[in-house]
């Protein structure tokens, strides 16, 4: 970070557009799901939901808080917590490098972005898994950022909103990531005590770890449609069993069925619907014209 | 009986010693072979500490999944002599790999909610390999409320390779299960005291294993991931398990270096399959240490105590 971006105040520099880096750039682009051509700026207009097939594509987190935080409301929390490594960890590559070639590619400084922000004039706390950043693992950072996103909304009785895309918890920090399941349950014990709710989005994909915690605890839990949602991956599963799947297992409609969700809920949607789900939990529907 | 490759040392020792008694046991004067025996009984106790003072992380885990190793209920029918198993999660089924039940050591009222591998290929079919589905989970957490509202510590016994990762698992909420465990365990207003005898594998492992003090068994192993899983992902190589194991660091040895466990309980010489019945007496004076510790604290005390633990893990910088 240079003298001058220490200087200007976070609120500031976010408003700064920082392009999107999960979706190719160019002006034309393809559905990965039905393969249309698609021109990039009409898309991302449609929130990178293709306008063929309705295909919601993978977005970074920082676009992801961008298209649902009210813009010029968004300032970014905590950004200056970063990994350190803890075990020296080294597999065919070292876990320093693969933080360094992350923090390249995705933009972000680790896996999880947390702003804070209004939503249709409403105050929240929202944060999003950055995918591209070692597939969203959770590791020390994202627990005490997550942690902190918690007492955020605490102290401002704001509700704290979270969009999901993990493989897990974060293998080269072994022991350390894998109590962040305990240490981001026992924040949103402290959450709940408050009776400030808390809307858990299960973007593509969510599986491990943060599945298996923070997640599934949301008091309403909402799926994009075509996301992968589970527990172990359909590849290891597929290893267990020895047989093939059933067709769309552990997709969003697959867990809905189950019982697993609460609804499911297109991009475009997701703004006013998690401020209808708001206002009602609140009892502030009466309060407020929309 | 089954033993693994750096045990073999011990076990031809072993063997040697037996045959000597047996003979010493027919001969008319033993004198020369006490003499012998008493060597060999020597030369075993130094073979064997020269060998389990070097193990790898992977010989570690290695010991942990050891098939001569006692398992979670051999532990309770030797610590709880009046355990009374509870059964089902009174919504879809009996999960066998979880065994749960109420119990006392020393007059104390106990909760024990403890997975179960199996001991022998029948039981191990039987207890899915000490893998719990959701029912299983959902069994747990049904008796960590039942001890809550009874005011009875709970003892959980981790012993599972981790979650079943099946199709049926996968629909009935694995995740959400392992979630809601979590969940309860992080507010359940009675002492909690985790004990890793084997394999506390991941998130499965977790689902019953937070709470006010975790202790470890010497070699018992507790990982965010199998050794076998972490080296075929980061070394796209089955074969790295050695390097992925010391990588981690999974052994109670190199995770007291952070502040997640309370305790340690040595193993016999060898490992708790060598002397059993040892291992059994030690385990129960620790546990019945931690629950007169923790039911000296005033309930408040004790949730702020273990919110405060969980609050804190976690290695991080702030730039
Ligand atoms: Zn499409």
């Known amino acids: 970070m240079s003298w001058f971006e220490k200087i200007v105040p976070s609120r500031i520099k976010t408003r700064k557009k920082q392009r999107s880096k999960s979706v190719p750039e160019g002006v034309w682009m393809k559905c990965p799901e039905c393969k249309s051509q698609l021109y990039r700026a009409e898309i991302e207009k449609n929130l990178f939901v293709c306008n063929k097939c309705d295909h919601h594509m993978r977005i970074s987190a920082r676009d992801r808080l961008n298209q649902f935080l009210d813009p010029e409301s968004q300032s970014e929390l905590f950004p200056n917590i970063i ?7 080294e597999d065919t590559k070292k876990y320093k490098d693969r933080l360094t070639h992350s923090k390249e590619v995705s933009g972000e400084s680790d896996a999880l972005l947390v702003m804070e922000g209004t939503l249709n004039s ?10 591209k950043f070692l597939g969203g693992s959770m590791g020390s950072v994202v627990g005490e950022k997550f942690v902190r996103a918690v007492d955020r909304s605490i102290q401002n009785r704001a509700p704290l909103i979270c969009f999901s895309s993990s493989g897990g918890a974060r293998m080269q920090e072994a022991i ?4 962040q399941l305990a240490k981001t349950t026992s924040a949103l014990v402290d959450l709940a005590a408050e009776k400030i709710p808390f809307i858990s989005i299960l973007t593509d994909p969510t599986t491990g770890g943060v599945s298996a915690s923070l997640a599934m605890l949301g008091d309403i839990i909402i799926a994009e449609p075509g996301a992968l949602i589970g527990f172990a991956g359909p590849r290891v599963i597929k290893q267990t069993v020895g047989q093939k799947l059933p067709s769309g297992f552990q997709s969003s409609q697959f867990l809905m069925e189950k019982g697993a969700l609460d609804m499911i809920v297109d991009r475009r949607e997701m703004r006013d619907t998690i401020t209808e789900l708001i206002l009602i939990l609140t009892h502030s529907k009466t309060k407020e014209k929309h | 009986m089954d033993f693994l490759d750096f ?8 063997k040697r010693i037996e045959k000597l008694k047996l003979t010493a046991a027919d001969s008319e004067s033993s004198v020369d072979l006490d003499h012998e025996i008493d060597n060999l009984i020597r030369k075993y106790e ?3 500490k020269e060998i389990f003072s070097n193990l790898s992380e992977w010989q570690i885990a290695q010991l942990a999944r050891h098939p001569e190793r006692p398992k979670a209920l051999d532990v309770i029918q030797a610590i709880v002599p009046d355990f009374k198993e509870l059964h089902g999660d009174r919504m879809y089924a009996d999960d066998a790999a979880i065994v749960s039940g109420l119990g006392t ?3 104390l009222s106990l909760m024990f909610i403890a997975q179960e591998k199996g001991q022998d290929t029948k039981s191990r079919i039987f207890r899915n390999y000490g893998m719990p589905k959701p029912e299983g989970y959902r069994k747990a957490q049904r008796l960590m409320k039942l001890a809550e509202k009874f005011s009875m510590p709970i003892v959980t016994i981790i012993d599972t390779p981790g979650a079943y990762p099946g199709i049926g698992a996968e629909e009935r909420g694995q995740s959400g299960a392992i979630a809601s465990n979590l969940f309860t365990l992080a507010s359940l207003r009675t002492p909690i005291i985790n004990l890793v005898i084997g394999e506390g594998g991941s998130g499965g492992a977790l689902a019953i294993g937070m709470g006010d003090s975790l202790l470890m068994l010497q070699y018992s192993i507790y990982s965010v991931i199998s ?4 080296s075929s992902i980061l070394w796209r190589n089955p074969k790295e398990v050695e390097a992925a194991a010391d990588a981690m660091g999974i052994s109670a040895k190199r995770l007291s270096k952070f502040d997640i466990i309370d305790r340690v309980i040595p193993e016999p010489l060898g490992g708790f399959h060598r002397d059993p019945e040892l291992m059994y007496k030690d385990i129960a004076s620790a546990v019945v240490d931690e629950v007169q510790l923790l039911k000296n604290l005033a309930l408040d005390d004790l949730i702020d105590r273990r919110r405060k633990k969980f609050r804190a893990i976690g290695e991080f910088q702030e730039i």
């Open chain 2, 46 to 48: 130094t073979l064997t």
């Open chain 2, 227 to 230: 050794p076998e899983a972490c």
């Open chain 1, 122 to 131: 409403i105050q929240v706390v929202a944060c999003a898994f950055e995918f």
């Open chain 2, 7 to 14: 045990e073999q040392p011990i076990i031809e020792l072993e």
């Open chain 1, 83 to 89: 990994s350190v490594d803890p075990l020296n960890f």
């Open chain 1, 176 to 179: 350390l990531s894998l109590m």
């Open chain 2, 105 to 107: 050591i020393e007059n």
